[in-house]
């Protein structure tokens, strides 16, 4: 038997004799009512929720003849009253407790099925100011906490995926719920006012401009277990935030297997890269453990694809394909020639879906759209014992004032290729070096500690892929070559020279900026400053 306060042992069997039905969703609550009414358990209930249940034929008492007290002031009070409250929280077996039920004409409240004001779904359609507000839960969340607190006595649903387990077993039980039943409830009852009132601060903190609220409180909804995390010693789940960004969170499996924990890494690294470039052209992106090993512009669809493979088709085997466009069939008879785990695109033709149907693994996701990289958010990692949380980098180069500062102005398609591989190194792990010609990536490197490792490693990969297409020069040779990063020292730009780039496009800002500069110009190259770096760790 479980402890509770005084000492009092929970019982472990308590039957449902009297049940308080409030709920916004109403998805199920009529069936539920009319399993409870044929039990014999009284129904008590409050608005739109009472209607409901009384236009099914079913006997319901509204709240307000328990309390005595109207529902007044738009519905924003109604609940909160002691009848109610200490109809949820008075201890059964306590006596002291009985006595006061007593004197104040309080009865116990068993069953509490609750859900809440739709204040995630109001905020993400962009409800004006006093909309949102008005959104915000307040009775619900009184309810929630003082059913879940008592939970030695009440049972609390929140969520109308439980009725049909809480239905069974109060059928196989004469009426009754057990312990462990009424426990994990709760815990999924604080879960979830945790959770919303998460959003509703963070969302005060949004709108008044504050950055470093006192408090931050980053909360989500399980959308499904992993079979293991990262590696397959770890547990790990999939949470969403409730963000109405399209992309891994928002996308439908079309087909194959579930998502693993680093599928769904990978994806979003793609889908978030990809979405850089707009639909007009058409952009694909292949990734692999969170880097991007291909990434082009083309024509169509097909185009973009081939020329990404090309960049680095042995890292591709395996990888993640994000597409700017909606998949289609040529588009789809291409990428199956190649081991993929995982495509996402905006939307996927009815012939590219029957064409991937033909590899039964392979991930299919329909984004539904594009995340647009300009917009404002928040994103969070964990460090032991505390979140780093930060806005997200949604600095695009096309909105910044590049700066010449060499002798040679780059040409018009030097420009192009510098803004291209810019935009690719803002999704590469640092230290990252990305060259790209005639919109599409040459060469990259990834993650080293050294900034010349990086390009050298950027180059050879060039190296390879002229080998395996036989070109007689890698494509490095009249490129443009990006770094996220200001370059520290000449080094790192002469091994990007070596390799054959003719323009490079950095943030600048190093104190050996002059250094670097005057080695662009002995070697007759163009470089400009963005005065944007995008570290990504």
């Known amino acids: 038997m479980a402890v509770i306060s005084k000492k009092i042992p929970a019982p472990d069997k308590v039957e449902i004799k009297t049940a308080l039905l409030s709920v916004f969703d109403k998805t199920g609550i009529v069936e539920l009512a009319q399993a409870l009414s044929a039990r014999g358990v009284r129904l008590l209930s409050t608005g739109g929720t009472f209607k409901a249940i009384a236009a099914a034929g079913l006997a319901v008492t509204d709240v307000s003849e328990i309390t005595g007290f109207p529902e007044i002031m738009d519905g924003r009070v109604k609940t909160l009253h002691p009848t109610v409250h200490g109809g949820l929280l008075a201890i059964r077996d306590d006596s002291e407790h009985q006595e006061a039920m007593k004197a104040h004409g309080i009865e116990a409240i068993d069953l509490a099925v609750i859900n809440l004001y739709p204040f995630e779904e109001v905020r993400a359609a962009g409800g004006d100011y006093p909309t949102t507000v008005e959104n915000i839960d307040i009775g619900g969340p009184a309810m929630i906490r003082a059913s879940a607190k008592n939970h ?95 992309g891994v969170s928002t996308a439908a499996l079309l087909q194959g297997k579930q998502l693993s924990y680093n599928n769904i890494n990978d994806t979003d690294a793609a889908y978030e890269l990809v979405a850089e470039f707009l639909p007009e052209k058409a952009a694909c992106a292949i990734i692999k453990h969170a880097n991007p090993c291909g990434v082009a512009t083309g024509s169509s669809l097909v185009e973009a694809y081939r020329r990404a493979l090309a960049c680095d088709s042995v890292s591709a085997f395996g990888g993640i394909i994000a597409l700017n466009r909606t998949l289609d069939a040529e588009t789809a008879e291409e990428i199956v020639k190649l081991f993929t785990e995982v495509i996402i695109a905006p939307d996927v033709t009815e012939e590219a879906k029957a064409i991937v149907a033909r ?179």
């Not at 299919?364 to 964990?382: V, Y």
């Not at 230290?431 to 990259?444: L, M, P, R």
């Not at 297409?469 to 890698?474: C, H, I, K, R, Y």
């Open 152 to 246: 030695a006595y009440v049972t609390i649903l929140t969520d109308p995926a439980d009725y049909a387990e809480f239905t069974e077993q109060v059928s196989a039980d004469e009426g009754k719920t057990a312990y462990a039943f009424r426990q994990r409830m709760a815990a999924k009852a604080y879960a979830r006012t945790a959770a919303y009132d998460a959003v509703i601060s963070n969302w005060f903190a949004e709108v008044l401009s504050i950055d470093t609220p006192r408090h931050r409180v980053i909360g989500g909804a399980l959308k499904e277990e992993m079979r293991y995390g990262e590696n397959p010693h770890q547990k790990a789940a999939f949470y969403v935030t409730g963000e109405k960004r399209p």
């Open 359 to 537: 590899k039964p693994n392979l991930r299919l996701l329909s984004a539904g759209g594009l995340p647009d990289p300009r917009t404002a958010g928040l994103t969070a990692k964990t460090v032991s014992g505390g979140l780093l949380v930060q806005s997200r980098d949604n600095g695009m180069v096309e909105d910044l004032e590049l700066k010449v500062v060499t002798r040679r102005a780059p040409t018009a398609q030097e420009l192009e290729d510098m803004k291209f591989a810019f935009k690719v190194g803002k999704h590469v792990k640092s230290n990252a070096v990305v060259y790209a010609k005639d919109g599409q990536t040459a060469g990259i490197g990834a993650g080293q500690m050294s900034r010349v490792d990086s390009a050298r490693i950027a180059a050879l990969k060039a190296e390879e892929a002229a080998k395996a297409l036989g070109l007689a020069v890698p494509m490095t040779h009249g490129s443009a070559v990006a770094s996220e990063a200001f370059l520290p020292f000449a080094d790192g730009l002469l091994s990007m020279i070596a390799a054959g780039a003719t323009a490079v496009i950095q943030p600048g800002g190093s104190m050996r900026d002059q250094e670097v500069i005057d080695a662009a110009n002995e070697h007759g190259i163009a470089m400009v400053f963005t005065g944007m770096r995008h570290f990504r760790h």
